[in-house]
């Protein structure tokens, strides 16, 4: 099986650094970054010190529901190209380790799915992950504070 790393769509990123409100209804708020741990959901790279970046609350859901998990997310100020879906692990993946979790069609957490992965045993993770019938998607998540960094879909 072959997996995809997906980043943010553009769209909703655009929105967002136009000043767009997040998930919680309040505008981004914008800071310059110091270069350690501003990883960019949308470009799947980290943002250099002095550059602009966004923090804005992000749900990766498409409605609410109980397992609609909302949380903080970076992104670059300024427009950046969107990361190309691969089988690579991205850039901003760069910490010993992630919750790796299994969604299903209904967007909702597979039980059983999830756990603290070590980095470089992220795609084999989620290929076992993805070939099972009641998973749809999994994210990768921050195995200190929960925060969504990107999706992983069968290619």
């Known amino acids: 099986m072959t997996i995809q790393f997906k980043a943010l769509p553009t769209e909703h990123v655009r929105a ?3 000043g767009g409100a997040d998930a919680y209804g309040h505008t981004p708020e914008r800071k310059i970054s110091d270069g350690d741990g501003m990883p960019c959901r949308h ?3 980290n943002i250099a010190a002095g550059d602009a970046y966004l923090i804005l609350a992000y749900r990766p859901f498409p409605e609410l529901q109980p397992y ?3 949380g903080p997310i970076f992104l670059h100020a300024e427009e950046c190209d969107r990361a190309a879906g691969s089988d690579a692990l991205p850039e ?5 380790d992630y919750i790796v979790r299994g969604y299903g ?3 909702r957490i597979v039980y059983g799915s999830g756990g ?3 980095t470089g045993d992220i795609t084999a993770r989620a290929v076992i992950l993805l070939e099972r019938d ?3 998607y999994v994210h990768v998540r921050s195995a200190r ?3 969504y960094q990107c999706r992983i879909e069968r290619a």
Do not use: G, H, M, Y
């Open 16 to 18: 967002l650094q136009r």
């Open 92 to 96: 901003i993946l760069e910490s010993p």
């Open 105 to 107: 069609r209904d967007d």
């Open 145 to 147: 504070n929960n925060c």
């Open 68 to 70: 609609a998990e909302t």
């Open 116 to 118: 603290v992965i070590p």
């Open 134 to 136: 009641d998973i749809a």
């Open 43 to 45: 470009c799947l790279k």
